[in-house]
């Protein structure tokens, strides 16, 4: 029996180790009671790559492509850069809006208020067959009045993570696209719960 308990209890810690956890660092998002719409605005300043600065894991990957193939570590930065709006933010936003939009409270119109969400780290992962590691994003969530521009909320969402059931993830952004997707929905989640929507 004590094997058995000691046996659960590593188990539930390799399953915890990693989890994703979202908190409220200072302020409330008490104004979100009432309102109707709400917008998301995105950036990446001081955004860490994996265990590098961005730039320096850019620099790196289009070193590294070139010389397998000459002009494609190019082509890499411009999807890098590109995955944000045409992949990442949608991704976020779509389920951000559907989980919020049961509630009420649609992503379309004149807001009053704006999340500026800032992504902090991204792990990108990687699928090599025989063996992957999931993507996973870290972001910080401006909750911002647009009618002053006064900081009312930050929350932080760590490792944001999700996988494909059937492992066949081998574009980098798409593990985090849905990384950003699963971040958008817990987002949503959060906040119905903490708004008691």
């Not at 936003?93 to 902090?120: P, S």
């Not at 993507?135 to 969530?141: D, G, M, P």
Request: aromatic fraction near 12%.
């Amino acid at each position: 029996m004590k094997k058995l308990l000691v046996t659960f209890s590593i188990l539930l810690l390799c399953l915890t180790a990693g989890a994703q956890s979202i908190k409220v660092r200072s302020g409330s998002l008490a104004v979100l009671n009432g309102e109707n719409v709400v917008a998301t605005s995105f950036t990446y300043e001081n955004m860490k790559v994996g265990k590098m600065a961005e730039n320096d894991y850019v620099n790196k990957k289009v070193s590294e492509y070139n010389k397998k193939r000459s002009g494609y570590g190019e082509t890499w930065h411009e999807n890098w850069i590109n995955d944000r709006s045409s992949r990442y933010e949608p991704k976020f936003n779509e389920l951000f809006g559907k989980y919020l939009g049961e509630k009420g409270i649609n992503l379309d119109g004149d807001a009053n208020y704006m999340f500026v969400i800032n992504a902090d780290f991204i792990e990108p992962g990687f699928n090599v067959g025989v063996t992957r590691k999931n993507a996973s994003v870290n972001l910080t969530c401006h909750l911002i009045n647009k009618s002053d521009g006064t900081e009312v909320a930050v929350i932080t969402i760590i490792n944001a993570s999700a996988n494909n059931f059937w492992g066949d993830d081998y574009d980098v952004g798409y593990r985090v696209q849905e990384s950003f997707a699963k971040a958008g929905r817990e987002l949503a989640k959060f906040i119905i719960k903490e708004c008691r929507l």
